[in-house]
């Protein structure tokens, strides 16, 4: 089975650095993509940044220039460095993957999510 372990999050003032991490573990053939959501209060879950396999980065327009998304393959952990935070940036964040996995029936591909991390911006 596949989990993802989140660290990070906490409490910032704005204009400070949080960084984030997700660690994937289990029968893990591939992580095809890898990335963080975030979610505020009352509003959806959106896409913030994800990494490919093959080390290709996405983000969102808000986030251009102040966060990078890092990726370690050996431990199959991702980073997010988050600078210059904004109260905005207030919210629940997701780490979020789809890995293919193996097991006695063969090859799976799933998408996962973890518990979610908070992160407050303070103005």
């Known amino acids: 089975q596949v989990q993802l372990v989140e660290s990070g999050g906490g409490l910032v003032q704005a204009g400070g650095s949080l960084r984030l991490s997700c660690a994937a573990s289990?029968?893990?053939?591939?992580?095809?993509?890898m990335g963080w959501y975030r979610q505020a209060p009352g509003k959806q879950r959106d896409l913030v940044a994800v990494?490919?396999?093959?080390?290709?980065?996405t983000g969102a327009d808000s986030v251009k220039g102040r966060f990078t998304l890092s990726r370690d393959n050996a431990t199959n952990t991702i980073y997010f460095l988050m600078n210059s935070l904004k109260p905005e940036d207030t919210a629940v964040y997701y780490c979020?993957?789809?890995?293919?996995?193996?097991?006695?029936?063969?090859?799976?591909?799933?998408?996962?999510w973890g518990q979610g991390t908070q992160v407050t911006v303070s103005s």
């Open positions: 979020n993957a789809e890995i293919t996995s193996y097991g006695f029936n063969g090859y799976y591909t799933g998408n996962y």
């Open positions: 289990g029968r893990i053939s591939n992580i095809n993509r």
């Open positions: 990494i490919t396999s093959g080390g290709t980065t």
